[in-house]
């Protein structure tokens, strides 16, 4: 008889994504989880580092600190106020051909800027059409990552969110010496070049279908972009902190090698400055995520306390007194790793809470709405940074002001439930072991209505 069990269940499938009894916390996740430490280092990365070039742009455009901040302000603000449109888009078309055409986008960004003759061009080409590309890239990948993950999910999160820190730490001193070596224009271009790895990440992710996803692709922008979620109260009040939190987070993004050269420190010691924060950013992303994965504190306490941390860090960073150009910047150093860790533990559980917030199947709608709304004070804040900084003489006060934000948003987050609903597919329970002399049942085949050589899904 020429149906076999094997025969039967290796038919050919359709087309379609076959679904999986849940995220497999492994295997091509860990690729998955590879190309997102690649894509947050070639987008948060490259704009933590950025900063380092904005002296050189007020000097060369004759411009104020406020008018250059715009540059950097832009390209967050669009990166993060467009996201939704990138993980809508994935939810339509997939994740990996839209990080690609990110990618290509943001490559396209950095080299039209080279070229730029007004600081107009810069907000084009940095501004609109690189942050538009890092839209693209950045939440349908970790969105992505995500669904990979259960168990250590967190943990996985982490390990991709620590590509910022480890390309501000390689980023940093390559980019001053580029800047030393090249000027501005050279420096922009060659990271033209280098954003262009965001195409071959994207192509890495691999479509995952799991339980629960819609049938079809949402229809109507509500569902598109899912603002839906709003009506959750949980989601409602973890949006409003997060705003709130990103009107300061970003700060030193921008405006903290600026900060240490004003401090006294050298364009190299600056650079030291950010790679200090990068690296206490970087390892508190690990051992964070490991530390929210175990379940011994609930992830809105972890989430209200770091944040907390954060702004205490921020507040640290601005009352440092300032130095002589000799001087190798001790008390700047140590403000800078307390800031860097304390923020770096706050970032993977911004996305490692969405799951428990809006379950599994809304987490890369949610990833973008997040972005978007993180993007409200990625807009406002450096620039509110910039404009102090020119009335006052230093960034004391921008420091200050915006330290305050992050501290007012971990506040809020003090009314999220105390703890969430377990996204952890359930397990199965075991197959008792035979009796002695006893048979394992046999499985029950079940024939598709052509015969054994249909080409539909069979079930065995």
Same mark, same amino acid.
């Given at each position: 008889?020429?149906?076999?069990?094997?025969?039967?269940?290796?038919?050919?499938?359709?087309?379609?994504?076959?679904?999986?009894?849940?995220?497999?916390?492994?295997?091509?996740?860990?690729?998955?989880?590879?190309?997102?430490?690649?894509?947050?280092?070639?987008?948060?990365?490259?704009?933590?580092?950025?900063?380092?070039?904005?002296?050189?742009?007020?000097?060369?455009?004759?411009?104020?600190?406020?008018?250059?901040?715009?540059?950097? &302000?832009?390209?967050?603000?669009?990166?993060?106020?467009?996201?939704?449109?990138?993980?809508?888009?994935?939810?339509?078309?997939?994740?990996?051909?839209?990080?690609?055409?990110?990618?290509?986008?943001?490559?396209?960004?950095?080299?039209?800027?080279?070229?730029?003759?007004?600081?107009?061009?810069?907000?084009?080409?940095?501004?609109?059409?690189?942050?538009?590309?890092?839209?693209?890239?950045?939440?349908?990948?970790?969105?992505?990552?995500?669904?990979?993950?259960?168990?250590?999910?967190?943990?996985?999160?982490?390990?991709?969110?620590?590509?910022?820190?480890?390309?501000?730490?390689?980023? &940093?001193?390559?980019?001053?010496?580029?800047?030393?070596?090249?000027?501005?224009?050279?420096?922009?271009?060659?990271?033209?070049?280098?954003?262009?790895?965001?195409?071959?990440?994207?192509?890495?992710?691999?479509?995952?279908?799991?339980?629960?996803?819609?049938?079809?692709?949402?229809?109507?922008?509500?569902?598109?972009?899912?603002?839906?979620?709003?009506?959750?109260?949980?989601?409602?009040?973890?949006?409003?902190?997060?705003?709130?939190?990103?009107?300061?987070?970003?700060?030193p993004y921008v405006h903290l090698a600026p900060h240490a050269l004003d401090r006294g420190?050298?364009?190299?010691?600056?650079?030291?400055?950010?790679?200090?924060?990068?690296?206490?950013?970087?390892?508190?992303?690990?051992?964070?995520?490991?530390? &929210?994965?175990?379940?011994?504190?609930?992830?809105?306490?972890?989430?209200?306390?770091?944040?907390?941390?954060?702004?205490?860090?921020?507040?640290?960073?601005?009352?440092?007194? &300032?130095?002589?150009?000799?001087?190798?910047?001790?008390?700047?150093?140590?403000?800078?790793?307390?800031?860097?860790?304390?923020?770096?533990?706050?970032?993977?559980?911004?996305?490692?809470?969405?799951?428990?917030?809006?379950?599994?199947?809304?987490?890369?709608?949610?990833?973008?709405?997040?972005?978007?709304?993180?993007?409200l004070g990625g807009l406002l804040g450096p620039p509110l940074s910039g404009f102090l900084?020119?009335?006052?003489?230093?960034?004391?006060?921008?420091?200050?002001?915006?330290?305050?934000?992050?501290?007012?948003?971990?506040?809020?987050?003090?009314?999220?439930?105390?703890?969430?609903?377990?996204?952890?597919?359930?397990?199965?329970?075991?197959?008792?072991?035979?009796?002695?002399?006893?048979?394992?049942?046999?499985?029950?085949?079940?024939?598709?209505?052509?015969?054994?050589?249909?080409?539909?899904?069979?079930?065995?």
């Open positions: 008889m020429e149906t076999s069990l094997t025969g039967v269940c290796s038919l050919p499938q359709t087309a379609m994504t076959p679904k999986t009894a849940g995220p497999p916390d492994g295997g091509w996740g860990w690729v998955v989880a590879a190309s997102a430490f690649a894509v947050n280092g070639l987008s948060y990365g490259v704009l933590r580092s950025l900063g380092l070039a904005l002296p050189d742009l007020a000097e060369h455009f004759d411009r104020s600190a406020q008018d250059t901040a715009w540059v950097s &302000a832009l390209a967050l603000a669009v990166q993060q106020a467009a996201s939704p449109v990138g993980s809508a888009l994935s939810t339509r078309w997939g994740a990996r051909p839209v990080v690609m055409v990110g990618g290509a986008l943001t490559s396209l960004g950095f080299i039209f800027s080279a070229f730029a003759q007004s600081l107009l061009h810069l907000y084009l080409g940095l501004g609109l059409l690189a942050g538009s590309g890092w839209a693209l890239a950045f939440a349908p990948t970790l969105g992505t990552l995500s669904r990979y993950f259960s168990r250590r999910r967190v943990l996985a999160v982490g390990l991709a969110l620590t590509g910022n820190g480890a390309s501000s730490l390689l980023l &940093a001193p390559a980019l001053q010496l580029l800047l030393d070596t090249f000027g501005w224009r050279g420096a922009l271009l060659l990271l033209g070049a280098v954003t262009f790895h965001l195409t071959p990440c994207g192509a890495l992710l691999r479509p995952l279908a799991l339980p629960g996803d819609p049938s079809t692709p949402p229809r109507g922008p509500l569902a598109a972009f899912g603002l839906g979620l709003f009506k959750r109260r949980a989601f409602s009040v973890f949006a409003l902190g997060t705003a709130l939190i990103g009107g300061g987070y970003f700060i420190l050298g364009g190299y010691g600056a650079a030291l400055v950010v790679a200090v924060a990068a690296v206490g950013d970087a390892g508190a992303r690990l051992v964070c995520g490991w530390l &929210a994965d175990q379940g011994w504190v609930p992830l809105p306490r972890l989430l209200a306390v770091f944040g907390a941390l954060t702004g205490l860090g921020l507040l640290a960073v601005g009352l440092v007194p &300032a130095v002589g150009r000799d001087s190798w910047g001790g008390p700047l150093l140590a403000a800078a790793g307390a800031y860097g860790l304390s923020a770096g533990s706050y970032a993977p559980l911004v996305f490692g809470v969405l799951p428990g917030l809006v379950g599994i199947g809304g987490v890369v709608q949610a990833t973008g709405l997040v972005m978007m709304l993180m993007s900084r020119d009335e006052t003489g230093d960034f004391t006060a921008s420091f200050l002001v915006c330290s305050s934000f992050i501290l007012s948003g971990s506040f809020i987050y003090m009314g999220l439930p105390r703890a969430l609903p377990s996204c952890r597919p359930a397990s199965p329970p075991p197959t008792p072991p035979p009796e002695r002399g006893e048979l394992l049942p046999v499985p029950k085949v079940v024939l598709p209505p052509g015969g054994p050589h249909s080409t539909m899904d069979t079930t065995c």
